[in-house]
């Protein structure tokens, strides 16, 4: 039988406050324990929350950046239940009344082809401590620095029919956070973190198969692995006569599998009902075309348009706008060269490659954008040839020519890579080369015709050996044909 | 809406009390007579009307993001029954 | 100096004619002397009373004043007070510290008040008569035979008995009004988010209270005027001006349209309840009011719509006491369950209990709709009756409860202590505030005359009670405790 995958995705991101939803509180990571949990994030008696109006307006912002209905009111309710990471017994949350509501995601897939995946709701809730399983003499510890942190908890539709789609997902939601600077999308931080909801159906049927949601998952690869796992278990599972449990997984990234949760599987029953503490949250018209205003172009936004404006391909456009920050230093180099081919390709060749291998991220670049650009700008005026171009480059790492914007010039002036476009010094340099040379000469002059194309490269590799490179190549090239033919 | 045995455990085990059986019974008593008052709600036409959960038609005022709070671990965990290097202990939790 | 009201004892302290540290002293020794019976304290402060006292008299010496300097009062116990246990009646607090202080706290430390110590409270204030308390019951001053009511039955009886000259309590469902009235002082429940609730343990979020009880309707607004106001710390209050409550306690009655819900008079009513009341309304017609009957249809669904929300509530604001942070914890638990259960078990007492579990049951997958979201729909019939009234009147009146405090153990079974708070659940659910002043004595215990009026209507409610004050002297009564508790 052939089986079709339904993915539905719950991803949970950490807003990039400063201060916690409901309290005062710094949200810093990798503070002491339980330095950071005030008395309101520790639920003492008698303390109350107040709402935090940045984790408002990123979330809002999120909204905005799916095209999502933004409902004019919306509530908090407590979602009941005991655990020791969650002091109050209870987690404040959104059921009823979310605050964003219905909208989309554009994913974009190897093929190149788009798909959209529709976004049920998102809504905000707070995050919960975490639980320390090192050994206190057979005890947990209890951290709560990060109770009370911003969550917006981003709801898909079961649109996704693949790991593929849903790694795609999760990477169009992170561009998104990240792009509106809402979430430092640091998955290893958990300031990203996924509950993947898998189920199979026989091709062709319309009614969903019994769903199992793996909690949890914390990096791109692992949502692949997991989904690609937990698929090949459930198809195996129905092919021999069997029953999909609906149950909540785990997914363990060393024995490459999911694991039933069995202890979490009891009853639950989370009571939701409004939190009497806090009231509805109303926003206004005007509130909203204010963030809508000021809202950034997005991923979707800026890809179209590198491809459009600036004619890049599809390929290119979609890696450059993959990140805001990568976006950023392409549009920046371009800016500064007024050449959007050339810096895509200095951007995704030669800084990219060197990134990679230095393993820093582009906003680690030693080489800025503009000296970047301003590099670039040397090689379109011909000012240098493109072999010197990668010296400057070199150069530029390592943090030679002074680290102003206009390195680049300082270093082709220093080094000498001043690109020769004088034709009589070029033409000095071939004549002084085809007397040093009788032999090459000779077998250039017996070959036939057609094969004379080929050999002029030892020629034209021994001028600008003479040159130290800065020769211009395709003069080099015409001159030499022109004085090795006359020799014929 | 009779009241069961089965619904006054259930209810003490979400809520994490414990209650033996004879405390169950005592109750499921006190309960069912209290759920009984409760129930008149139920003659009541109530079609079309809100509901209301606060009871001034107020709404949220939002707080700057602004660390106000401090590092007070020391103070909150002077009355903690079991903490240790700074963490609350509490009994295994398998996951 | 301990029959005073704050008013009179605060032109003692300006005249010189004693000091602060005096007034306390003598009040402590009070309570050293009586309390021992009454148990209406759980815990008394006092040595920081006595230093604040001392920092009270050097400041009027430097020529500082305030209205409130140097006053002695008390605090329910379910304040949180730094450095101070705060136990909320509760065995599950008995060992709780509060690391800060309520924000109404801090209000009246910095208008100059100072605290002789934390009043007994039903357990988490659930009850209306004292008998929830892990601390053990509060007798009523007037008959040590009877109950002061409840859950602020501490600070009834400790203002009744001349303890202290006022004090704090908190009002979910009547538990200011009622033990006010059952002790014979003053006690304004305020509009919901006329008065922060930050530190102030919460029983049900939605309902939750807090006013002052002292011995007349004068010294409740300067109390309410100290505590009242928007709190950036408490999402609920609310962020409207402070009005000088005493400013206008002085304005005539005249054209006052009294309206008396009919049914606040109809079956239930002690008759002698009944005609303290009548006779009091009598004295507001003497003084040219008009008194018309009015109709709050839904009364009588108060009772049920408050005993599904306050308790739904209360099952989610009492799950923070899991014995991991704070409070009681059980010993050598054996596993997280263990640790919970048996912690819960050991540390809420019976009348906590049956409330967790009618709250948790009714929120429980299948009973949400039929019970709470009714209740909710209910709550705002229950709020468009007030609205309705308050088109044709202007205050309502009516008796604070059925019948005068009943004798100690006397009420035995939940539900008909529960149908006990019949003329004050309304009000909670509907938000508006309330006020119980003395008026008569029913078999000697005395009887309170509750006075209602619209959101935010505090001003007008003590005017009126005030001016009833000036008439009659049920406010001035005190018991005679001499003999028995000596």
């Not at chain 1, 959104?94 to 974009?108: A, C, F, N, R």
């Not at chain 3, 409207?240 to 309206?259: C, H, M, N, Q």
Request: with cysteine; net charge negative.
């Amino acid at each position: 039988m052939q089986w079709e995958t339904v993915i539905g995705l719950e991803v949970h991101v950490q807003l990039a406050t400063r201060s916690k939803i409901f309290s005062g509180a710094s949200t810093a990571f990798g503070a002491e324990p339980n330095t950071q949990a005030c008395a309101v994030d520790l639920g003492l008696p008698g303390v109350l929350p107040v709402l935090n109006e940045q984790a408002v307006a990123m979330a809002v912002q999120f909204g905005l950046g799916i095209h999502a209905e933004i409902p004019e009111v919306s509530v908090f309710d407590r979602k009941n239940y005991f655990y020791p990471d969650l002091p109050k017994g209870y987690q404040t949350s959104q059921m009823y009344e979310p605050i964003v509501g219905p909208g989309e995601v554009e994913i974009l897939l190897d093929d190149g082809e788009r798909k959209t995946v529709r976004v049920h709701h998102a809504h905000l809730e707070e995050d919960a401590g975490k639980s320390l399983h090192e050994d206190f003499h057979g005890m947990t510890g209890i951290d709560l620095n990060r109770a009370g942190t911003p969550l917006l908890e981003i709801v898909s539709e079961p649109d996704m029919r693949s790991a593929k789609e849903a790694a795609a997902y999760l990477k169009a939601i992170h561009s998104i956070v990240t792009y509106l600077g809402i979430s430092d999308g640091n998955m290893a931080e958990g300031s990203m973190r996924c509950d993947v909801n898998v189920s199979v159906r026989p091709k062709g049927q319309e009614a969903f198969g019994t769903r199992a949601e793996i909690k949890n998952v914390n990096s791109f690869r692992f949502v692949e692995r997991a989904i690609e796992f937990e698929v090949e278990r459930q198809v195996e599972l129905l092919e021999d006569g069997g029953k999909v449990v609906q149950e909540t997984r785990l997914f363990d990234p060393e024995a490459d599998e999911t694991r039933s949760m069995r202890t979490k599987e009891e009853a639950n029953d989370y009571r939701y009902f409004p939190c009497p503490d806090l009231l509805p949250v109303v926003l206004d018209q005007a509130y909203v075309d204010h963030l809508r205003g000021n809202l950034p172009e997005l991923p979707a936004a800026k890809r179209e348009r590198f491809q459009n404006e600036l004619g890049l391909s599809a390929y290119d456009a979609g890696v450059l706008s993959a990140s805001r920050a990568m976006a950023e230093y392409f549009e920046r180099v371009h800016e500064v060269c007024g050449d959007a081919k050339q810096a895509a390709n200095w951007v995704q060749g030669e800084l990219s490659g060197a990134l990679n291998r230095e393993g820093l991220a582009i906003a680690d670049s030693p080489v800025s954008a503009d000296q970047l650009g301003g590099l670039i700008v040397r090689v379109i005026d011909d000012t240098i040839n493109g072999k010197a171009a990668k010296q400057v480059f070199q150069a530029l790492w390592h943090g030679e020519g002074g680290g102003e914007n206009n390195s680049a010039d300082a270093i082709i002036e220093a080094k000498g890579l001043k690109q020769v476009t004088d034709t009589g010094a070029i033409e000095a340099m071939i004549d002084q080369v085809i007397a040093d040379s009788p032999a090459q000469v000779a077998q250039y002059r017996d070959a036939e015709p057609d094969k004379r194309g080929k050999m002029i490269g030892y020629f034209v590799g021994q001028v600008m050996k003479a040159s130290r490179g800065t020769a211009n190549p395709q003069q080099v090239n015409k001159l030499l044909k022109e004085k090795l033919d006359a020799l014929c | 809406m009779a009241l069961e045995h089965a619904d006054v455990l259930r209810a003490a085990h979400l809520a994490r009390l414990g209650l033996d059986e004879g405390e169950a019974d005592r109750y499921l008593d006190d309960l069912g007579r209290i759920l009984e008052m409760v129930d008149q709600l139920q003659s009541l036409d109530t079609d079309g009307v809100e509901p209301l959960a606060h009871p001034l038609d107020a709404t949220q005022r939002l707080r700057a993001d602004e660390v106000t709070e401090g590092d007070q671990r020391e103070t909150f965990q002077r009355c903690a029954p079991a903490v240790e290097n700074g963490l609350y202990l509490v009994p295994r939790v398998v996951e | 100096m301990h029959d005073q009201t704050l008013t009179g004892l605060a032109a003692a302290l300006a005249a010189g004619e004693f000091s602060s540290r005096e007034l306390t002293e003598h009040l402590l020794a009070r309570i050293e002397r009586h309390d021992g019976v009454l148990n209406s304290f759980i815990t008394v402060t006092g040595e920081q009373a006595l230093a604040a006292a001392d920092a009270a008299d050097a400041a009027r010496a430097r020529g500082e004043a305030g209205p409130l300097i140097g006053l002695p009062l008390a605090l329910k116990d379910i304040f949180c007070t730094r450095g101070v246990k705060t136990s909320c009646g509760s065995k599950m607090l008995d060992t709780f510290t509060a690391p800060y202080d309520a924000t109404v706290v801090e209000k009246l430390a910095a208008a100059g008040t100072l605290s002789l110590g934390k009043t007994n409270m039903d357990e988490f204030a659930m009850g209306s008569s004292n008998e929830n308390s892990h601390y053990g019951p509060v007798k009523n001053p007037w008959d040590l035979g009877a109950v002061p009511g409840g859950s602020s039955g501490g600070s009834a009886a400790a203002v009744a008995a001349g303890l202290v000259p006022a004090a704090l309590g908190t009002d979910t469902g009547g538990s200011i009004r009622q033990p006010a009235a059952f002790c014979g002082i003053t006690g304004l429940k305020p509009t919901y988010g006329r008065v922060s609730r930050y530190g102030m343990v919460a029983y049900a979020s939605s309902l939750d209270q807090a006013g002052p009880m002292a011995r007349s309707a004068s010294d409740c607004a300067h109390l309410l005027g100290a505590i009242a106001g928007h709190d950036l710390r408490d999402s609920t209050s609310v962020a409207r001006g402070v009005p000088d409550y005493t400013e206008g306690l002085e304005a005539p009655l005249s054209g006052l349209k009294i309206g008396l819900p009919k049914e606040y008079f109809g079956d239930g009513l002690s008759a002698e309840v009944e005609s303290a009341v009548r006779e009091a309304i009598k004295v507001y017609e003497s003084l040219g009011a008009t008194v018309r009957e009015v109709s709050l249809p839904h009364t009588h669904y108060a009772i049920p719509a408050y005993y599904v929300i306050a308790p739904a509530e209360a099952s989610s604001n009492l799950s923070r006491y899991d014995g991991v942070r704070f409070g009681h914890r059980c010993e050598n638990p054996t596993d997280l369950i263990d640790l919970y259960k048996r912690s819960r078990a050991e540390g809420f007492g019976e009348e906590v209990k049956r409330r967790i579990l009618i709250g948790t049951h009714t929120l429980s997958e299948g009973f949400f709709d039929a019970y709470y979201k009714q209740a909710q729909k209910v709550r705002r019939l229950i709020r468009q009756d007030f609205l309705d009234a308050f088109e044709a009147v202007d205050v309502l009146m009516g008796p604070a409860s059925p019948t005068p405090a009943f004798d100690l153990g006397a009420n035995k079974d939940p539900v008909s202590m529960y149908l006990q708070d019949i003329y004050t659940i309304a009000v909670n659910l509907a938000g508006i505030p309330g006020i119980s002043v003395p008026a008569g004595f029913a078999g000697g215990r005395p009887v309170g005359l509750q006075i209602l009026g619209t959101h935010f209507a505090e001003a007008q409610l003590l005017n009126v009670a005030h001016q009833f004050q000036q008439a009659t002297d049920w406010h001035l009564r005190r018991p005679d405790l001499a003999e028995e508790t000596a």
